[in-house]
């Protein structure tokens, strides 16, 4: 018997690869679009899906390419946010209905954000978790960027196996400030075994550094149709830079609502029941009402 903890697993046919993702609540339900952050993958989503399926959603979450199960990126590509939209814009037409909420965590949240200002039809609500809009550079930075991102991209990648799981949780865990338990939650999806040792299953292309980045003005433009009632939540002990950057990037997004629960970055793992009630309150409120969000 299978009960609203118990993900259901799913697949997508892109252009030239297939998405994994996972699915949680009834199949009627109303549907919430969950894409995760940077380096996870689905299991992401494993502490407030449940939550939110027995509050009668369906919990969608896909792999973006390159992470948890989903195909890497054909030999000779890399992974840039441009590419993620287009993934976002091929995946939209396969989902039976129009979701209720788009919700991202980070990276996720980023391209969330994004992807609601190129297509403001199909996103009524958008909550986006330690994230404010995309990340920008200098336009001076520019040369040695590319420069770097090439050289990065150089390097090349020398697959290893691990025989202990146990270091890579505690690397994992000190990497994101979170409970080994979470982070052995995250590793479990993003790796696997053979012959006896530990492989990354993940693309290890992901940690090339990206040759490009927008500039604030351009990071700006990008957002400016975005029509979606918006919330935004951050963890108490999450990254400085986003509370610091709340009082310019607020502009960017539709009369946003800010909250804050406990945890640090990956504060929707560490507090999902809380997140959970307050995403229900969320999609509940009239448009005209949401900015008095309690």
């Known amino acids: 018997m299978t009960t609203e903890s118990d993900p259901r697993e799913r697949r997508f046919q892109l252009e030239n690869l297939s998405l994994a993702a996972l699915e949680w609540g009834p199949p009627q339900g109303p549907l919430i679009l969950a894409l995760h952050g940077w380096m996870d993958n689905a299991h992401s989503f494993v502490p407030l899906a449940p939550a939110l399926a027995a509050m009668g959603y369906r919990v969608l979450a896909p792999e973006f390419p390159g992470h948890g199960h989903s195909d890497h990126r054909p030999v000779g590509n890399y992974y840039h946010f441009l590419d993620y939209l287009y993934d976002l814009h091929q995946l939209w ?63 090349g990648f020398r697959p290893q196996g691990y025989p202990d799981l ?77 509370r610091e950057a709340w009082p310019e990037r607020r502009g960017w997004l539709n009369q946003p609502r800010l909250k804050q629960i406990g945890g640090g970055h990956h504060c929707h793992m560490e507090s999902p029941r809380e997140l959970a009630a307050l995403l229900e309150r969320f999609i509940g409120v009239k448009s005209s009402e949401h900015t008095n969000l309690g």
């Open 93 to 155: 037409p396969q989902l039976d209905e129009t979701p209720a909420l788009l919700l991202g965590h980070s990276m996720g949240g980023i391209l969330a954000g994004l992807f609601a200002s190129l297509y403001p039809e199909r996103v009524s609500r958008l909550a986006i978790i330690e994230a404010m809009g995309p990340l920008t550079a200098e336009p001076g930075d520019s040369l040695a960027r590319m420069r770097a991102g090439f050289v990065s991209r150089d390097k």
């Open 166 to 242: 146990a270091p890579l949780v505690k690397a994992r865990a000190a990497a994101g400030g979170l409970d080994e338990s979470l982070a052995r939650l995250l590793l479990e999806r993003n790796l696997k075994q053979r012959d006896g040792l530990w492989h990354w299953r993940s693309d290890p292309r992901l940690r090339t550094r990206s040759p490009w980045m927008m500039t604030e003005a351009q990071g700006q433009q990008l957002m400016s149709d975005l029509q979606a009632d918006t919330l935004v939540v951050l963890g108490e002990a999450g990254f400085d830079g986003l």
